[in-house]
Nanobody, 122 residues
Framework: QVQMVESGGGLVQAGGSLRLSCAAS????????MSWYRQAPGKERELVAG????????KYVNSVKGRFTISRDNGKKTVSLQMNRLKPEDTAVYYC???????????????WGQGTQVTVSS
């Protein structure tokens, strides 16, 4: 079955960096768009970044552009999120996601990892 396990979260001071990793299994990772979402307390889950199946195309929410970088290693079945110049408003649980789609359409079933907590102190 589809499984995704996130790691790399933690507590960091504002301006610091963290690298999140998502280890995927149970599906052909190289065929699908992969994404990172986050959910802060009291807020809806939001899309942070996405990457195409081959890794050539990436998309970011405006608030993280220039600070976060999404990447993937299809051979290792991993997706990463490098987060630099972190801000307190980046504090959230971060989730790895796939819809098992090769395109950027928003429909379909969402598959989630268990999430990893990122806390940025001011």
């Amino acid at each position: 079955q589809v499984q995704m396990v996130e790691s790399g979260g933690g507590l960091v001071q504002a301006g610091g960096s963290l690298r999140l990793s998502c280890a995927a299994s149970g599906f052909t990772v190289s065929m699908y768009v992969m994404s990172w979402y986050r959910q802060a307390p009291g807020k809806e889950r939001e899309l942070v970044a996405g990457i195409s199946s081959g890794g050539r195309t990436t998309k970011y929410v405006n608030s993280v552009k220039g600070r976060f970088t999404i990447s993937r290693d299809n051979g290792k079945k991993t997706v990463s999120l490098q987060m630099n110049r972190l801000k307190p408003e980046d504090t959230a649980v971060y989730y790895c996601n796939t819809k098992l789609r090769g395109d950027w359409a928003t429909g379909g079933t969402d598959y989630w990892g268990q999430g990893t907590q990122v806390t940025v102190s001011s």
